[in-house]
């Protein structure tokens, strides 16, 4: 466990079990946790690119659309009001274990930064016969044209929206041999693509249950 998961754990309780908090000492609270919920996913980030570098990368077939799914599950948490509309047929790639890291990126990027009334999340995925593209669409006020040159760097900038997240997509994605785009942004929202090497479903080990088709409606 690190330092900032115990920050927050802290922090947390304290806002749940103390009553007599005046408003702004709350509101410091509500920043402790929210800066040191940032701090825990730079850190996990870091580790895996830590983890990219390490040794040589033996690429398997990953079950995509189970992997998608399961992220798109987790953006209940992220938003009180959100919608989700998601078509995802059964379909492996050539990957590994941290292609989840790849989909929760882009996921909490199109959430994070969705100021809308209601953000809507729009996954699709079109199979092929060599490669497999997902694209991830959002409504939210899409990327300034200053960052635009940059959004998939490293960025040192703490007032960076989009950093450290986008530039792990990007090494991951290149690290299984496939590009990752903005395809297009403006005030109507933003939409991204990954595209990998398409896979057989064959596994040298007993094959885990596939995800059929979904459209999903998230509140």
Do not use: C
């Not at 410091?28 to 946790?33: A, L, P, T």
């Not at 996990?44 to 798109?72: I, K, N």
């Not at 590994?96 to 790849?102: G, H, N, T």
């Not at 403006?186 to 990998?196: D, I, K, Q, Y």
Request: no cysteine; aromatic share 4%.
């Amino acid at each position: 466990m690190n330092t900032a998961t115990i920050i927050n754990g802290y922090a947390s309780r304290v806002l749940e079990r103390e009553s007599d908090l005046d408003e702004r000492s709350r509101r410091w609270i509500e920043i402790v946790i929210d800066e040191s919920e940032a701090m825990s996913t730079v850190i996990d980030d870091v580790r895996v690119l830590l983890r990219t570098t390490e040794g040589s990368y033996q690429p398997e077939a990953v079950d995509a659309s189970r992997v998608l799914a399961d992220e798109v599950d987790k953006l209940s948490n992220r938003r009180e009001s959100l919608e989700v509309a998601a078509s995802i047929p059964d379909v492996f790639v050539r990957a590994d274990d941290l292609l989840a890291r790849v989909f929760g990126n882009l996921l909490s990027n199109a959430v994070e930064h969705n100021d809308a009334e209601t953000p809507r999340i729009e996954v699709t995925v079109e199979p092929g016969p060599d490669t497999v593209r997902f694209e991830i669409a959002d409504n939210g006020p899409g990327i300034p044209d200053s960052e635009l040159e940059s959004l998939f760097d490293r960025t040192e900038s703490r007032g960076s929206t989009h950093g450290l997240g986008l530039y792990l997509v990007s090494q991951l994605v290149d690290r299984y041999g496939g590009p990752v785009e903005l395809v297009e942004t403006g005030p109507a929202g933003s939409r991204f693509a990954v595209e990998l090497p398409a896979a057989s479903s064959a596994r040298s080990h007993d094959p885990v249950e596939k995800t059929p088709t979904t459209a999903l409606l998230v509140m």
